[in-house]
C-alpha cells in the first residue's frame, strides 16, 4: 500500500485531523454565552479560590476560554471525590460545607434575617438527616437517590429559593409547636 506525497501516516487514521476547528465563542449559543460570561463574573469575584490569574495565563497561551479550563478541574475534582468517596461523600459536601461557611459568616454579621434562614436550614437538615437514618432501607432501595439529595439540600438553601423556611413553616413548625412549652414572643423595640 502506497501513501500519497504529502501524507503521512497518521492521516490516513484521522483524516480530519487538520480540519477539526477549536471552540469558537462566536458559535456559541447566546444562552451558553451568557452562563459562561456568568462563570467568569463568579471567577473574577473569588479570584484566590479559582486562580483566576493562572486560567487567565492559560487562555492567553491557549486561545480558550479560561471558563472552560475552570469547568473541566470542577469537573475532575468532582470525578475523583465521587471515586474516592462516593456519592455519599458528595451528598455531606453539598449539604455541610457552605451551609457551615454561611452560618460562620451569619455569627458575624450585624442583621438578623441570616442567622434565622441558617438556623432553619440546620433544623431541617437535622429533621432529614434523622428522618434518612430510620429509612435508611427504603433509601436505598430509590435509585439515584444521593443525586436527588444533593438537589434537595441546594433547594434548602439557595437564596432564591429558601426551601429550608419554606419546609420549616409548613411542615417541621406545625408538627414540633404543640410539644414545645410556650414561651412569650420576643417583641423588637
Given amino acids: 500500500f502506497h501513501y500519497p506525497p504529502n501524507r503521512n501516516r497518521c492521516s490516513r487514521f484521522y483524516p480530519l485531523k487538520d480540519s477539526i476547528p477549536s471552540i469558537n465563542l462566536t458559535m456559541v449559543h447566546p444562552k451558553v454565552e451568557e452562563t459562561l460570561d456568568k462563570v467568569d463574573g463568579f471567577m473574577a469575584k473569588?479570584?484566590?479560590i479559582t486562580?483566576?490569574?493562572?486560567?487567565?495565563?492559560?487562555?492567553?497561551?491557549?486561545?480558550?476560554?479560561?471558563?472552560?479550563?475552570?469547568?473541566?478541574?470542577?469537573?475532575?475534582?468532582?470525578?475523583?471525590l465521587y471515586l474516592t468517596g462516593g456519592s455519599k461523600l458528595l451528598t455531606d459536601l453539598?449539604?455541610?460545607v457552605y451551609p457551615a461557611y454561611m452560618s460562620f459568616k451569619a455569627l458575624d454579621s450585624a442583621t438578623d434575617t441570616d442567622d434565622k434562614q441558617w438556623l432553619t436550614y440546620w433544623v431541617v437538615f437535622s429533621f432529614?438527616?434523622?428522618?434518612?437514618?430510620?429509612?435508611?432501607?427504603i433509601t436505598t432501595l430509590i435509585p439515584f437517590y444521593s443525586f436527588g439529595k444533593v438537589g434537595f439540600f441546594l433547594w434548602l438553601y439557595h437564596?432564591?429559593?429558601?426551601?429550608?423556611?419554606?419546609?420549616?413553616?409548613?411542615?417541621?413548625?406545625?408538627?414540633?409547636?404543640p410539644y414545645l412549652p410556650q414561651t412569650p414572643v420576643k417583641k423588637v423595640a
Fill in 128 to 137: 432529614v438527616s434523622i428522618f434518612e437514618q430510620c429509612l435508611f432501607f
Fill in 51 to 80: 486562580q483566576y490569574e493562572r486560567l487567565q495565563e492559560l487562555e492567553d497561551k491557549t486561545g480558550q476560554s479560561k471558563v472552560f479550563f475552570f469547568l473541566a478541574g470542577c469537573t475532575l475534582a468532582t470525578g475523583i
Fill in 159 to 177: 437564596p432564591k429559593f429558601l426551601g429550608a423556611q419554606m419546609l420549616y413553616g409548613s411542615t417541621i413548625r406545625p408538627l414540633i409547636l
Fill in 46 to 48: 473569588y479570584p484566590s
Fill in 94 to 96: 453539598v449539604s455541610f
